[in-house]
């Protein structure tokens, strides 16, 4: 199983409201948003492009006060975000963390996801565009 597979991008009110695992956003979820992160930009950076990032990966529930902290993250998400065209229907990054609601919190985590994807269908076609699959001897 990836990182990307433990994203979460169907929180619900009905889960904020419960107050339930998806329905908060605590250190953990900044934690596992960091590990993928990282797994992304090396994904990136081995497919040429230059990311430049350093998620923090060591969260804890202090933490999230930080408006610093919140910030680097935020600026880490958007750097990886435009490395490349992505879907039209890929969220933007929230502008603060402040006021998270579910929404956005999938919204991170959804670009993410995007990026992987297309990381993935980039190598696929490149690995389909070769001379086995295209018919040339």
Known sequence: MSIIDTLVTDRTQADVDAGN????YNASDLNRVGAAM??????LKA???DP????KTDWKDDDWVDPAAQAVYLVDLAELRKQFTLYETTPEVPSDLEKLNYIEANSIEQILVDIDTL?????????YSGEI???EV
Do not use: C, E, M, Q
């Open 21 to 24: 695992a998806k329905g908060t």
């Open 38 to 43: 990282n797994y992304v930009a090396d994904r």
């Open 47 to 49: 497919a040429g492009y």
């Open 52 to 55: 430049h990032i350093s998620p």
């Open 119 to 127: 990381l993935t269908n980039i190598a696929a076609g490149w690995l």
């Open 133 to 135: 699959y295209s018919g």
